[in-house]
């Protein structure tokens, strides 16, 4: 069996792998260990690449039993050798990780759910549910629809209509919760307790994180079985950058890449940087806040797992960094019109600080970085509504248009104007 | 009789005040400490709290009357 059961991060008390978040004894949370001895008596490079197209082909390193049998297209998406994007900053190896185009909804988070759903049914569940703003709902939503699971989605009430209707869609039974984020917060957590459930970010939570290591395992693959010098992660929870590091640890325990020594630079808005800060402030402990900006997929004020991306990142060498809501935007353009790909705000986070940490001198002109791209910008468009101007309107005249093919090519060498 | 597990962030004037003391004293609820981090800067807490319902309630409202955050074990679940 390749998963020895579930352990506590804080106190290392350990519990068989059934669905439980929490350490009953010190409240600590809870973390899948593996019989990695086991997994690596069985697993090979080669076996890799004959596997599917989609993150189960790492599935010997994933917290499931059986064989997968949810969100089979989830992951092996682009790596990107953003050539544009690396010239305006100065870097010859800049690569993006491009989940955006992710399957089933166009962000990491299918990755994540993935797995939690996979587990789900393996431990008996025909209930899922999940708290959140937006990806993590779609990526529930679809994913339960399509394994025919009764699924639940709680929301604040006042969550923008566009981003419910993202969920309804699926059929879900949708609960928007009267309070602020705090209310609903511990409401799930109650009804997690009460409820028969699999809460995928609360009591299936340890299965579920897991999920994102694969983008570690993608990377490695996909950059030909080599480690980045750098990688620039965007922190919400804090999970994603924790469970990349332990990704490009594992493939190192597998044997498959030597030498680990990946710097983990996170990345924030400023608007709600509880990890960026303490990381500044040369802080042990994360101080909770109240978030604003318009990364609204990165604003976790408390984050679940800051302490231990402030962890990674510090004993990796790395930088925490933050920006204004003005730098994502810009990051969110700059990214779309040097490589194409159209990202959400916390696309734009993490190209904010990609490009201050250049400025900065962190990475050598031939050292090999990857930022990871989680989401896509079709679902935050207000953000970047003001900042992409309007289209040319003419006549329907060959004199109109040449008229304002000039007035185009006299603006190319200056400055874009907004119309 | 129910049990509320909470993860409690101490703001900086309010570490010195025996916050967990006083909510023992006014409702009916036993406060179990099962890990702490208390420093000159700030404190946070994980606790566990039982009593009756109407108790926790009132207990959980009266930390935040005393600007003490109260999140649940697992912090910010939403995402």
């Known amino acids: 069996m390749k998963i020895k059961g579930l352990q506590c991060k804080e106190c290392h008390k350990t519990y068989e792998a059934v669905a439980l978040h929490v350490c009953e004894f010190c409240f600590g949370p809870l973390e899948v260990v593996y019989d990695y001895a086991f997994i690596r008596a069985n697993l090979s490079k080669e076996k890799i690449l004959q596997g599917p197209k989609s993150l189960w082909r790492y599935e010997a390193l994933l917290p499931i039993a059986g064989p997968p049998t949810v969100g089979l297209d989830a992951g092996f998406t682009p790596m990107v050798h953003a050539k544009n994007l690396g010239t305006e900053l100065g870097l010859d190896y800049l690569y993006l990780k491009n989940d955006t185009v992710n399957c089933l909804t166009l962000s990491f988070k299918d990755r994540v759910v993935a797995v939690a759903l996979t587990r789900a049914k393996e431990l008996g569940f025909n209930t899922v549910a999940c708290a959140s703003t937006g990806n993590l709902a779609n990526a529930v939503s679809a994913a339960a629809a399509s394994a025919q699971l009764r699924c639940f989605v709680f929301i604040p009430h006042d969550l923008e209509v566009a981003k419910v209707l993202g969920n309804l869609v699926y059929r879900p039974t949708v609960v928007a919760i009267e309070g602020n984020y705090d209310d609903v917060n511990r409401l799930c957590s109650e009804i997690s307790e009460e409820f028969p459930w699999a809460f995928v970010n609360i009591n299936i939570r340890p299965y579920y994180s897991e999920g994102s290591k694969t983008l570690a395992y993608e990377t490695i693959e996909q950059m030909g079985w080599q480690v980045p010098d750098h990688v620039v992660v965007p922190i919400a929870s804090g999970s994603l950058l924790t469970k990349i590091a332990k990704g490009f640890k594992e493939f190192e325990w597998m044997g498959f890449v030597s030498g680990v020594a990946t710097q983990l630079h996170g990345a924030q808005a400023q608007g709600c940087a509880p990890v960026a800060d303490a990381f500044k402030e040369q802080r042990e402990f994360i101080r909770p806040l109240k978030p604003k900006t318009i990364a609204k997929s990165l604003a976790i004020g408390n984050p679940a797992d800051g302490i231990y991306a402030l962890q990674a990142i510090r004993s990796s060498g790395g930088m925490a960094e933050a920006v204004s809501d003005e730098e994502v935007v810009e990051g969110m353009l700059l990214l779309a019109s040097k490589e194409g790909i159209f990202a959400e705000t916390a696309g734009g986070v993490t190209i904010g600080v990609l490009k201050k940490l250049a400025k900065q001198g962190r990475f050598g002109r031939n050292e090999v970085v990857v930022a990871y791209i989680t989401g896509n910008g079709l679902k935050t468009q207000e953000a970047v509504t003001p900042a992409v101007g309007a289209p040319w309107t003419i006549k329907p005249s060959l004199s109109g248009f040449q008229k304002m093919l000039k007035e185009v090519e006299t603006q190319m060498s200056s400055p874009p104007r907004r119309r | ?79």
């Open chain 2, 1 to 79: 009789m129910s049990k509320l597990r909470v993860h409690l962030t101490f703001p900086e004037d309010k570490i010195l005040e025996p916050v967990v003391y006083e909510v023992g004293q006014k409702y009916k609820v036993v406060t179990n400490i099962r890990r702490a981090d208390v420093r000159e800067k700030t404190g946070w807490m994980e606790l566990e709290l039982s009593g009756e319902s109407s108790e926790i309630e009132g207990a959980v409202a009266y930390l935040k009357t005393r600007q003490v955050k109260v999140d649940p074990v697992e912090k910010n679940v939403i995402e």
